[in-house]
DNA sequence: CATACTTACTTAACGTTGTTAATTTAACAA
DNA sequence: TTGTTAAATTAACAACGTTAAGTAAGTATG
């Protein structure tokens, strides 16, 4: 039984009921083994009304992408009020590791999957926010140690320190989450392996 | 004007015609953009001809990854024979780097890319081999640092090294290809974040 | 030489996909 | 009542991966 005139809260509320369904299935089986006519079924509507609230599935994806930031960078908040500036670091790494460890496929979406390149105007996020852009905190962080003198003396550009960071829990995790299942590799604990990341990297960073 | 019997050498032929034609058109625009249609046209085939040779799309992208882990492993060989392990572990991350970053595309496939588990079973490759195995080429010259007894004393597991040194070159590579023409992130050059974190690890890894 | 069989390939076709166009239904406004 | 508008649907399209059926050229066998 279909139409009436919409509030614009109603109308929210089936975008996020869309954005809602179709992760949990982009999330088990992977984009593109996803239909939207399945997505559609998941929800009772018809496939055509998704295009009433995105442009293309591509739109549909972006738009799970920008919450998805935002749960990120609103997970690594709690752990922005530890005191101790390198004991924050170490937080933020864990806290970042975390995310992507239980969150595998949201995690392929946002860091792994290619998609047309995050334009910070049309995304409905605020860059350099505390609350919503995780790279930012990363950065803030870093700025923090490096300010504390923490930092070996060679080591003056904050955001290459940063983004090797990035890289080195990125790494771990993106090895873990498209690998970790392969045979051809004796895989060893993945605690261990993301402990022994963050040791070199302090060890790596930091004055002695 | 069709069909002849073969030889085992001339259906080998067509093999690696399809695979350089497929190879070509995912390397430049992705797995899922390019259809069976346009490799078999690319080759002057019809696309069911692929069919004969493959068993689906996916057996067509696993041979690909085959070929071009052997590229990496040959690649990688020369610098297994530079005498001074730590040199040469130096060495061979920079060689894995620099295949990852001048074959982008090559490097998504084999690494970043969701496919059914590779089992050694059914690849062409053997494990274990210092022509063809690249792993088996890190794990040994981590295992040759390891008995000139230059890591610190803490760090037993080879596997575990091993990994960990994988993880960071890997995370670089990996942000840079996904991430690289990203807005959000003011990236720095690449080179210095591969330099850096080659840096961070030897120092975070090795004795004083 | 004629028949049958095999090989290498093509064309036709199927079921699905993302997406668009045309249509229906229901609510509100005059 | 009669339009008008909004929200949804059904129908349809072109393109996809893949399968089935068909075809032409060569080989083997009688």
Same sequence: chains 1, 2.
Avoid at 45 to 57: G, N, P, R, W
Avoid at 122 to 150: C, P
Avoid at 174 to 190: A, E, F, H, R
Wanted: with cysteine; proline share 4%; glycine share 4%.
């Amino acid at each position: 039984m279909p139409p009436k005139p919409k509030t614009e809260a109603e109308k929210h509320q089936l975008r996020t009921l869309i954005i809602d369904a179709a992760r949990e299935l982009f999330v088990a089986r992977g984009v593109d083994a996803v239909t939207m006519r399945e997505i559609a079924k998941r929800i009772g509507y018809s496939a055509t009304s998704i295009y009433l609230h995105f442009a293309d599935k591509e739109a549909l994806l972006k738009a799970i992408c920008d919450t998805d930031f935002l749960a990120l960078a609103t997970s690594l908040k709690n752990m922005m009020q530890i005191a101790d500036p390198v004991e924050r670091m170490q937080a933020l790494g864990r806290g970042y590791a975390a995310f992507a460890l239980t969150h595998p496929n949201h995690y392929r979406l946002m860091f792994m999957t290619a998609h047309a390149p995050i334009n910070p105007d049309d995304s409905s996020l605020q860059q350099n926010s505390a609350e919503q852009d995780a790279y930012f905190q990363l950065k803030t962080v870093v700025s923090a140690v490096h300010i504390a003198d923490r930092f070996r003396p060679d080591l003056q550009d904050v955001d290459l320190i940063a983004q090797t960071i990035w890289a080195g829990v990125h790494g771990v995790c993106s090895l873990q989450i498209s690998m970790s299942c392969d045979k051809w590799v004796n895989w060893t604990d993945i605690s261990a392996r993301l402990q022994l990341m963050q040791t070199v990297m302090l060890r790596g960073l930091l004055r002695d």
